[in-house]
């Protein structure tokens, strides 16, 4: 190898480290799922509400099924604007490629809303913190074990057709992630790949450092509209359509974390029709 050719070489090794901070970018083709599911509401007291509901998802432009998921939640109403709510959701996501379940999530949420009654309009603005435990066995390198992520929605209701049974909404919503991958890399004397050759750097060898799952980014924007319909005093109907933009920085390396592959950013457009039944008593 000629000395000019080490010397370039030597420069893009010196430049690896901040285009991974940057990631390659890839945009991913436009997508369209399917979310069905059914919710029973109980009131246990004044304000207070206890919740139960199973949702099921579909993906890949209606053809491929994505999870199962039940979630138990209960809300309090401390005032009569502002509602404080906690959940659980157990989620079992599915794999097309091995027909089979994947590593089943557990979610903890704690939620908190505001609402502003204005003449036939209702606006609230809820916050909610979630954190997610991945179980089973999983790439440690590629995902994190433990996610917080918090979501911020504007919603506006419209109250002036309940004489038709048809209550109108839209929202905005933001979600952040605090759980990102932080990596620090390095390629070889060659160019060729990445390594990590201990867990601590030795001096005059190069390589790449999963740092943790600790960065910060907005991981989703989303708007929606939809509309609730009331079938009777105790049961509503509520149909819906969802519009995500995705942002996701994604690892791929071997289990052991001897090799770095990628480090993309991803971003993308995902479209959601679903439908949810509440009956409540």
Same mark, same amino acid.
């Given at each position: 190898m000629n000395k000019r050719r080490l010397t370039i070489l030597a420069a893009l090794c010196a430049l690896i480290p901040q285009t991974l901070q940057a990631q390659t970018e890839e945009s991913l083709d436009a997508e369209f799922g *399917?979310?069905?599911?059914? $919710?029973?509401?109980?009131?246990?007291?004044?304000? /207070?509400?206890? !919740?139960?509901?199973?949702?099921?998802? *579909?993906?890949?432009?209606? $053809?491929?099924?994505?999870?199962?998921?039940?979630? /138990?939640?209960? !809300?309090?109403?401390?005032?009569?604007?502002?509602?404080?709510?906690?959940?659980?959701?157990?989620?079992?996501?599915?794999?097309?490629?091995? !027909?089979s379940f994947k590593s089943t999530r557990h979610r903890l949420m704690l939620d908190a809303t505001g609402t502003l009654h204005l003449a036939q309009w209702n606006i609230g603005l809820k916050e909610r913190l979630q954190f997610t435990h991945r179980a089973g066995s999983f790439n440690t390198y590629q995902s994190a074990t433990n996610a917080v992520e918090l979501k911020s929605r504007l919603l506006a209701k419209y109250k002036g057709w309940r004489q038709t049974g048809w209550t109108p909404y839209a929202y905005v919503e933001l979600r952040t992630t605090f759980s990102g991958p932080t990596v620090n890399a390095d390629c070889n004397a060659e160019g060729t790949e990445w390594y990590l050759p201990g867990t601590h750097t030795q001096e005059g060898e190069a390589g790449w450092f999963l740092e943790g799952f600790n960065g910060t980014y907005i991981n989703r924007l989303r708007a929606s509209i939809g509309a609730d319909y009331r079938l009777s005093q105790s049961g509503t109907l509520t149909f819906f359509l969802?519009?995500?933009?995705?942002?996701?920085?994604?690892?791929?390396?071997?289990?052991?974390?001897?090799?770095?592959?990628?480090?993309?950013?991803?971003?993308?457009?995902?479209?959601?029709?679903?439908?949810?039944?509440?009956?409540?008593?």
């Open positions: *399917l979310r069905l599911s059914a $919710t029973a509401d109980k009131k246990v007291t004044r304000g /207070l509400h206890v !919740s139960l509901s199973e949702e099921v998802r *579909l993906d890949n432009n209606f $053809t491929g099924f994505d999870r199962l998921q039940t979630t /138990l939640g209960a !809300s309090y109403k401390i005032h009569p604007n502002i509602k404080l709510g906690a959940g659980y959701a157990f989620i079992a996501p599915y794999s097309s490629s091995s !027909s969802l519009l995500d933009r995705v942002s996701s920085r994604a690892l791929d390396a071997n289990k052991e974390g001897t090799k770095l592959k990628s480090y993309t950013h991803r971003t993308g457009f995902v479209g959601t029709l679903g439908a949810n039944y509440t009956y409540s008593f």
